[in-house]
């Protein structure tokens, strides 16, 4: 089972490790600071000995990456693991930005259902079934949102259930929400949050998410 160094410590870019396992072109390492796409975030971007991670996924509870077919590597190598850390850090910002405001649309909106969701490096979004537009709640959300990351609280991110690798996160006085992903030390490091609404037809709302620095 590969140790996933990302949940210990997410601001980690760069990490010494050994590959467990080589099958072509498919590599698993014994730790990584390599995140692959889950629960909607994007994967990490980077490299393992200096040759560029194509892709990688989850195969159980290990993480298996793709590298270029001249890799050459063996199990028992002591390789570097880097990822690009601009990428990993919008990606933890629009990931709490999306999740707060997750949080708060199904606090307000009684029986809504989440659809979908995806983080990537210039924008979140959320897919709600719902049957009316949620414009008008929009300004309303986006301060509520804004006001929790001003408060800059910190941010716990730990194991539920550390055997079965079930990880939350947690605001103090706000929430606690089951979830994988990497997270932030404090709501403030999400910067300004903007949302915008998109409808995807068929009483379908999407919620766009984007971050900006502070000014």
Request: aromatic residues 8%; negative net charge; charged residues 25%.
């Amino acid at each position: 089972m590969t140790d996933k160094v990302f949940w210990a410590d997410p601001y980690l870019t760069t990490l010494n490790t050994r590959v467990a396992h080589v099958a072509g072109l498919d590599v698993t390492l014994a730790a990584t600071v390599f995140f692959a796409e889950s629960g909607g975030q994007e994967s990490d971007t980077g490299s393992i000995a200096g040759h560029r991670v194509l892709a990688a996924r989850w195969q159980g509870r290990d993480i298996v990456y793709t590298l270029p077919p001249d890799h050459g590597l063996w199990p028992g190598d002591v390789v570097t693991v880097k990822i690009d850390w601009p990428r990993r850090y919008r990606l933890m910002r629009l990931h709490f930005a999306a999740e707060i405001v997750l949080e708060l649309v199904t606090r307000r909106l009684a029986g809504v259902g989440k659809i979908g969701a995806h983080i990537g490096e210039d924008k979140a979004r959320i897919d709600f079934v719902w049957p009316e537009s949620l414009t008008p709640m929009l300004a309303e959300l986006t301060a509520d949102a804004q006001s929790i990351v001003d408060a800059d609280t910190p941010v716990v991110s730990a194991f539920s259930d550390e055997e079965n690798e079930r990880r939350y996160w947690e605001i103090a006085g706000f929430a606690r929400v089951p979830c994988g992903g990497t997270h932030l030390k404090t709501t403030g490091e999400v910067g300004v949050i903007r949302l915008r609404r998109k409808n995807v037809g068929g009483g379908k709302e999407r919620i766009e998410i984007y971050v900006d620095e502070r000014g």
